[in-house]
């Protein structure tokens, strides 16, 4: 708080304030669930089908089940025909009801995006879809508007498609000791405002591909997202000629935390 008197004296007081959530409990994430949503489309009906987008959300969701503390239960997948822009909404929007100030939530998109340069807008493209109608896409503020009021503890989106970028703010943000007591609202897609690679039919796509070796190849009973983030940007950018970003997600309740990846044991 800086303060001006009448005298132009200013007097500069820093502090910080830890906030319990809704609940009024402090969080523990040895208690907390994890939630998972996973979406991805190959067969669309009137956009360019895609060889890769059902096996990369496919392999992460698998991966994340076997390795780290998600569950079965907890997991909501949409896939090619169920992948409709009503369920696709719906579900996200069920997920305010659901998802608990002391639980998590990682929500994966694997296809089609697109950008409005008139309106400064990206957009998912559900299946059904057709082009060059923007009211049958999901928008990126749609998104944004449900992630912030998803009452989670920590929610991670992540975005293996086309003009992704616009999803995030601006951030100069340092890195915080003990990040998972705060509340936070990250995202990671696959490219800046460009076209990203789907690979080639039968593989992952060079994101998909770096963002679950990193998955199964780590060693560590945890690590936090901004770790996942740098590995995934570095392997992506020398294999491709795309840019992943990965940043704090733009107005969603964003509070300097990080999402946190447990083992199983």
Not at 50 to 60: G, I
């Amino acid at each position: 708080i800086e303060v001006t008197d009448v005298n132009d004296n200013i007097a500069l007081k820093k502090f910080i304030i830890s906030r319990k959530n809704l609940s009024g409990q402090e969080y523990n994430p040895a208690s907390a669930k994890n939630y998972l949503m996973v979406i991805g489309i190959n067969n669309y009906q009137y956009w360019p089908k895609l060889n890769n987008a059902v096996k990369d959300a496919s392999d992460v969701a698998s991966t994340l089940l076997s390795k780290y503390n998600f569950e079965f239960d907890n997991i909501i997948m949409l896939k090619d025909e169920q992948a409709t822009r009503s369920n696709v909404y719906n579900s996200l929007r069920g997920l305010i009801e659901k998802v608990s100030p002391q639980d998590n939530l990682l929500i994966y998109y694997s296809g089609h995006g697109y950008f409005d340069q008139l309106l400064n807008e990206g957009y998912w493209v559900p299946v059904e879809s057709h082009t060059n109608h923007n009211g049958d896409y999901i928008s990126n503020t749609e998104i944004l508007k449900i992630i912030n009021n998803i009452n989670s503890q920590h929610t991670f989106l992540v975005a293996d498609a086309c003009f992704s970028g616009s999803l995030f703010a601006e951030t100069t943000r340092g890195y915080s000791d003990n990040v998972e007591k705060f509340k936070s609202r990250w995202g990671l897609v696959s490219g800046r405002l460009e076209v990203v690679s789907d690979g080639a039919l039968g593989d992952n796509s060079p994101f998909a591909k770096s963002f679950i070796s990193y998955l199964k190849e780590n060693q560590k009973g945890k690590f936090a997202a901004s770790e996942l983030i740098q590995h995934v940007k570095i392997k992506v950018a020398e294999a491709s000629n795309q840019t992943p970003l990965g940043n704090p997600l733009k107005n969603a309740g964003d509070e300097g935390g990080e999402f946190i990846f447990y083992k199983k044991n």
